[in-house]
């Protein structure tokens, strides 16, 4: 599978941004889409995730009530729409895919798509 993520760039601390990540070579069907960043000095984290078959939802705790995660099934793309941005925010956002199983860890991931940059300036 082919993971391509797009829609960084820089926003103001209260702004928003959506990012796609467009997938190919795999038809989805049980697995897990899901968001991950990586910030300067720190470790990857897990943002957020979408059961492809099902289109639930689940957020890591910091980004709860302002991220939103959906998926467009003809176009096997996956969007990551955030709201009410922060400076602590800014990241490298990285889409992934974890077959059959949602998981939050980095290393449970089965492909990476490249990463885009986003940049809040407060």
């Known amino acids: 599978v082919q993971l391509q993520a797009s829609g960084g760039g820089l926003v103001q601390a209260g702004g928003s941004l959506r990012l796609s990540c467009a997938a190919s070579g795999r038809t989805f069907t049980r697995d897990a889409l899901e968001w991950f960043r990586q910030a300067p000095g720190k470790v990857r984290e897990f943002v957020g995730a979408?059961?492809?078959?099902?289109?639930?939802?689940y957020y890591a705790d910091s980004v709860k009530g302002r991220f939103t995660i959906s998926k467009d099934n003809a176009k096997n793309t996956v969007y990551l729409q955030m709201n009410s941005l922060k400076a602590e925010d800014t990241a490298v956002y990285y889409c992934a895919v974890r077959y059959e199983l949602l998981s939050t860890r980095v290393s449970d991931m089965d492909s990476w798509g490249k990463g885009t940059q986003v940049t809040v300036s407060s």
């Open positions: 979408i059961r492809w078959s099902t289109g639930s939802t």
